[in-house]
């Protein structure tokens, strides 16, 4: 008898920076979700999706979980609930130089069930003896030690375990999405955030939560598309940064996003960067809508 189509859908929580983009990219083998080194990065639930044969596991890879001082951080908490409650598992994933913080203890304490992974991120950068430390701390908190995975995102070791603990989680059911896709977040919304990918890692610490990208106009044509893209910023000082000495900085970020916007669209591109200053854009409905954070 032919074997059942599963299918199910997983949440990858976890407080800022452990390291959850970097953990779906690399399960789903495409980068879909954009990484950093700086906290905050995921702003919006992005669905990552992995198709085989026998099965299909759909990833929600949430913004980190904080305490929110501006809208936009009210809005990025609440979405991290929200993809947490009608998923099939929950994955936690926790730094292993970090270690467990206070606030993780008050996740893992509202998420621990029977569906529920504990994914110890990062032990290329820790120590054995911390290791063991974390997998200690979370048996007090009531995980059980089957539930708990130890990886490395970055070196990709531990992850096909991984995977395969997830399977029995899935359920007879069908294949959502067709099996080319990887995400359903539309092709602008994945080109705006390889911009302000590439503008959080060449601008100064102050300035890249400040920062939105919009995209304006994408034109596909046979062998090349045009794009043109807003990146919006607090200031007029920001803006200067933005633009660097004669330009050097927007034209450093353009080339660098232009590459991979070339692997996304899978043809040359034209880039049209401009900057424009919104004060304080994170507080206001009208803009945050405007780019794309909005509730479905
Ligand atoms: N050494 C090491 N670094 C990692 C690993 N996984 C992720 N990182 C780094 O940790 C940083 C944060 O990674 P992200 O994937 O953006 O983390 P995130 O949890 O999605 O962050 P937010 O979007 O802010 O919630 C980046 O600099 C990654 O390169 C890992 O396994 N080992």
Redesign the pocket.
């Known amino acids: 008898m032919e074997k059942e189509y599963r299918s199910g859908f997983v949440a990858i929580m976890?407080?800022?920076?452990?390291?959850?983009?970097?953990?779906?990219?690399a399960l789903i083998g495409t980068k879909v979700?954009?990484?950093?080194?700086?906290?905050?990065?995921?702003?919006n639930k992005v669905v990552g999706i992995l198709t085989t044969e026998e099965y299909q596991i759909v990833f929600l890879?949430?913004?980190?979980l904080h305490t929110p001082k501006t809208k936009l951080g009210e809005f990025m908490v609440k979405t991290a609930y929200d993809a947490q409650r009608d998923v099939d598992l929950t994955m936690m994933?926790l730094?292993a130089?970090m270690g467990i913080r206070e606030r993780d203890e008050e996740i893992i304490r509202r998420l621990n069930g029977p569906e529920f992974l504990a994914v110890i991120?990062?032990?290329?950068?820790a120590r054995g003896e911390r290791i063991q430390e974390l997998q200690e701390r979370l048996t007090a908190l009531g995980v059980p030690q089957s539930a708990v995975y130890v990886?490395?995102?970055?070196?990709k070791t531990g992850l096909r375990e991984l995977q395969e603990a997830i399977l029995p989680f899935l359920l007879p059911g069908p294949q959502f999405y067709p099996e080319d896709m990887v995400t359903d977040r539309p092709e602008r919304f994945i080109a705006a955030e390889l911009i302000r990918e590439k503008a959080l890692l060449n601008l100064r610490d102050e300035i890249p939560h400040g920062v939105g990208v919009e995209i304006e106009r994408v034109e596909e044509l046979e062998n090349i598309t045009n794009v043109a893209a807003v990146i919006y910023c607090e200031r007029d000082s920001h803006k200067g940064i933005i633009i660097g000495k004669r330009g050097a900085m927007l034209k450093k970020i353009g080339s660098e996003a232009r590459a991979d916007l070339e692997m996304l669209f899978g043809t040359k591109v034209f880039l049209e960067l401009w900057v424009k200053v919104k004060e304080d854009w994170r507080n206001s409905q009208f803009m945050l809508k405007e780019l794309g954070y909005r509730e479905e």
């Open positions: 976890g407080s800022p920076n452990v390291g959850k983009s970097t953990l779906m990219n979700a954009i990484v950093t080194e700086k906290a905050q990065t995921t702003r890879d949430t913004p980190g994933v730094d130089k991120n990062k032990a290329d950068i990886i490395s995102a970055k070196e």
